[in-house]
């Protein structure tokens, strides 16, 4: 998402105010002008350019190309006069620097994130570190689907988390050591042709010898199918066939049962390893 840092805008667009202000005043050398302000004029007009340069660098990174290219003109006219540059001229250059920057920003328009939903913008963490690490193919449209909450898209959010449960459902499959007719590839598969397996997998625990390791294994795989179930129908199937929109509550429902998912997943195996096809040992018992 392309975040524009309106507040360093601001305080910039407030400083330089400050700084014309202030020439303005020193500018007309009246008795009072002469003592509001502590600085020697040099002091003042350095201050106000450093102002200006900042200025310049921020407009550039929030791409106000045009502001900032009138900036840039106001610097180098600092630069260039044959004389020292007085009050009088710092307070046409502030006014060109100001006038340029609030044109710019009036031809915007800018989206208001909520301060609730903040920390959802550009966010790689919104799961877990073991989330990130274990699923980094997934990270991209974590991220998304974030942005996509921020920005009041949710119906775009739901989209982007299925893709997140698809990282995982192929985890699961490779996982399982699953193999679909005519040795399709996991990745052209369906839902349904990966849950049909995954089922299968689920029931083939229970057949393994009686064990603590089974019963982790067990309670893994069959907590990790049932978080699928709980969105598949609401939210995978009618996302992508089209057949509804979603508002806010929906898009964080699904956020959270797809986060559930992942977490459960991470736990154990991530999109490069798996775990032995029968768990044995306490090692699997133990809490990851």
Same mark, same amino acid.
């Given at each position: ?22 020439? +303005?005043?020193? @500018? ?37 190309? @045009? ?6 003109? @106001? ?9 020292? =540059? ?19 920003? #009036? ?6 994130? &909520? ?5 959802? +913008?550009? #966010? ?9 690490? !274990?699923? $980094?193919? !997934?990270? =991209? ?42 040795? &399709? $590839? ?22 393994? =010898? ?7 294994q067990f309670d ?14 609401k939210f995978r ?21 797809? &986060? ?6 991470? @736990?154990?195996?991530s999109e490069r ?9 306490? &090692? ?5």
């Amino acid at each position: 998402m392309n975040v524009f840092q309106s507040r360093y805008i601001g305080d910039y667009l407030l400083l330089l105010g400050r700084d014309l202000d202030t020439c +303005v005043e020193r @500018s007309e050398r009246t008795e009072v002008g002469q003592k509001l302000h502590d600085l020697t004029e040099d002091d003042l007009i350095k201050k106000a350019t450093k102002h200006l340069r900042t200025a310049s660098e921020l407009c550039a990174k929030a791409g106000l190309e @045009s502001a900032e290219e009138q900036l840039g003109y @106001s610097l180098m006219h600092l630069r260039w006069q044959t004389n020292k =540059p007085d009050c009088s001229a710092m307070c046409a250059e502030l006014r060109h620097g100001i006038n340029a920057i609030l044109q710019d920003l #009036n031809q915007r328009v800018f989206l208001e994130v &909520k301060g609730e939903l903040r920390h959802y +913008v550009d #966010n790689d963490l919104l799961f877990s570190s073991k989330v990130r690490d !274990a699923f $980094p193919s !997934a990270v =991209p449209d974590i991220r998304e689907s974030g942005n996509c909450l921020a920005a009041d898209c949710n119906t775009a959010s739901v989209f982007h988390l299925m893709r997140v449960a698809e990282y995982g459902l192929r985890a699961l499959a490779h996982d399982r050591r699953i193999r679909l007719d005519k040795n &399709k $590839p996991i990745d052209l598969a369906t839902w349904e042709d990966l849950l049909v397996k995954l089922e299968d997998a689920e029931d083939a625990i229970r057949t393994f =010898p009686r064990t603590a390791a089974r019963e982790a294994q067990f309670d893994f795989f069959h907590g990790a199918n049932m978080e699928v179930k709980r969105f598949k129908n609401k939210f995978r199937n009618r996302v992508m066939h089209t057949r509804e929109s979603y508002d806010r509550h929906d898009g964080m429902s699904a956020f959270d049962h797809v &986060k559930a998912f992942m977490e459960i997943l991470s @736990s154990r195996i991530s999109e490069r390893t798996r775990t032995p096809v029968i768990w044995k040992g306490s &090692k699997w018992v133990e809490k990851n």
